[in-house]
């Protein structure tokens, strides 16, 4: 059992292993907190992994959990988390966009009695476009889905041993962690700070990838989407009443029946593509319902390195007894 596990997903970032291990290890040694570092290779195929190993020989308190593949961030994080057996446990990017020295700082809180302590981005040294990509994805969010999740805040955060195990418990395959923690309370506070730039290397988190999150946070967190339709239906339903009033009394009593078909074209090519985008929203909650059920495990391990045998397995539903 250790204070602190600090957990480091890492995808192909090779240059820069031994910065990281450095602004990471200055951190740790100035708090004097017995700790093991959990790095989860996410599929790489570089040099990352070798590097690791190659710092092992100097402080065996850095361990890696390889995965057999490629499963995105957020189920690296989760792998990570389910082999940590800290009092507490860091999620933090490998990049140092997330400034390791933070890590006194929710200790700080965490000792003060805190369960949940998440970063929020004050401001992000990142290109123009993204920046108010992502401040406006967080706004969205926040406004279509059913519980409180805080502005700004990603997956850097702190959490107690009560709360990680409670994340455990959450067999989600579509997950976006800053939504399940903020979903499972326990007492929460944002520490501000200011998102670096990544030290060395390429984002591994392409636009791509995080369409997906996006798409996962919206629809993990919100039913908005699905009662669209019955919102649009209902304008659709009322403003066709109006129209074939009207209608009607063109031809029965005014006898002025409007000619053309234009507006009849229109009115099909506009209520066709309504049905399709709806029927596109609804797909979406569907496939994550199929992915659900299918119950394929969020990661699996090809290798574990530094772990103590007996601990290899994840503990089996840890909430039950603990909590
Ligand atoms: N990462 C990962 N798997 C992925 C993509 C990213 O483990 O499929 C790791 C990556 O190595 C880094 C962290 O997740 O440590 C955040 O990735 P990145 O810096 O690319 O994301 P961004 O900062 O652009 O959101
Ligand atoms: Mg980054």
Redesign the pocket.
Known sequence: MYDLSLI??????QDLISELYRRVSETLDKLHISHEVIV?S?GSTDQSVAKIIELRKYNSAWKIIELSK?F??HS?CTAGLDYARGKCVIFM???L?DPPEMIAAFVEKWKEGYEIIYAVKKKRKESFFRRYVFILFYRVLNFLSAIDLPLDAGVFCLLDSKAAQALRLIKERHRYLAGLRAWIGFRQIAVPYEREE?FAGT???TTA??LSLAFDAIFSFSYIPLRLATGIGIVFAAFSAIVITHALYEKFITHQALLGWTSILGAVILTGGLILFMLGIIGEYIARIYDEIKERPIYLVRNFIGFDKILEAPPENPTKSRL
Not at 8 to 13: H, Q, T, V
């Open positions: 480091i997903p890492i995808f192909n970032e989860v996410d490629n995105g961030h690296a990017d490998a990049d966009q990544r984002r591994k988190q990838k995080l």
